[in-house]
């Protein structure tokens, strides 16, 4: 049974899609163990509570130093005793010593096809606005394991989305969300979770 934690930082649709696969069986030998947010009061709270999954909330403004938020995040991290971390809609940037700790071990889903519009300051909705800024028919989903850098891990999946006439930045996220995330996402943690997938020699490796 693999055991992963669900960072977190706002609406949790993404917690949503694994909390859904779960329960449908489309995710099979996986227990979320717990959720982490970085923001109180937030909706993903709200979906752990009504999954009955432990929720913890770890804010970066209760620490005087990063350093101490940080070693908050790492202890908590430690007591949930997760096999994989998953980086839902998860917007603080984790530290270097966790990526060292749980190597191969963390995933981030992020919503463009990676290397496009990805990297510090593209987060959210800003990774659309500047998709439809420059014009891009195609864009999408992907889903990566997390290293050193920022969003330049080994990439697991990748998901194509349409960009249409009229597009706004809100509608564009809803349809790479529904298209792509929220099917990518499920289906990299079911892979991980039954050896199909996982991280060697620093490269994302499909075994069957
Ligand atoms: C969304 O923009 C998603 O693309 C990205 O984080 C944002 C919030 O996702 N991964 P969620 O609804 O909190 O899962």
């Known amino acids: 049974m693999l055991k992963i934690v669900v960072c977190v930082s706002g609406g ?4 949503q899609a694994i ?9 099979t030998n996986t227990e979320i163990v717990g959720v982490i947010s970085n923001n109180p009061g937030v909706k993903s709270l709200d979906r752990a509570a009504a999954a009955g999954i432990p929720a913890f909330v770890v804010r970066p403004k209760d620490y005087a130093v ?6 908050a995040f790492l202890d908590k991290l430690a007591e949930l005793q997760p096999d994989l971390i998953v980086l839902a809609g998860f917007l603080v ?3 270097e010593e966790m990526v060292k700790r749980y190597p191969g071990r963390i995933i981030n889903i992020h919503p463009s096809l ?3 519009f990805c990297g510090t300051g593209y987060y959210g909705l800003k990774v659309h606005e500047k998709a439809l ?4 028919k195609v864009t999408g989903a992907t889903v990566h394991f997390v290293n050193e850098g920022m969003d ?5 999946s990748q998901k194509a989305v349409q ?3 009229g597009d706004t930045p809100e509608v564009l996220q809803k349809r790479v969300m529904e298209e792509a995330e929220w099917i990518l996402l499920p289906q990299a943690i079911d892979d991980i979770a039954n050896g199909r997938v996982c991280m060697e020699n620093g490269r994302s490796v499909r075994k069957v």
Do not use: W
Request: glycine share 14%; aromatic share 2%; no cysteine.
């Open 12 to 15: 949790g649709t993404n917690l």
């Open 19 to 27: 909390i859904d696969g779960i329960a449908a069986g489309s995710i």
């Open 66 to 71: 990063r350093d101490d938020f940080h070693k």
């Open 93 to 95: 940037r984790i530290p």
């Open 114 to 116: 990676i290397p496009s």
């Open 133 to 136: 800024e420059r014009g891009v």
């Open 152 to 156: 330049e891990g080994p990439i697991i």
């Open 163 to 165: 960009v249409l006439e």
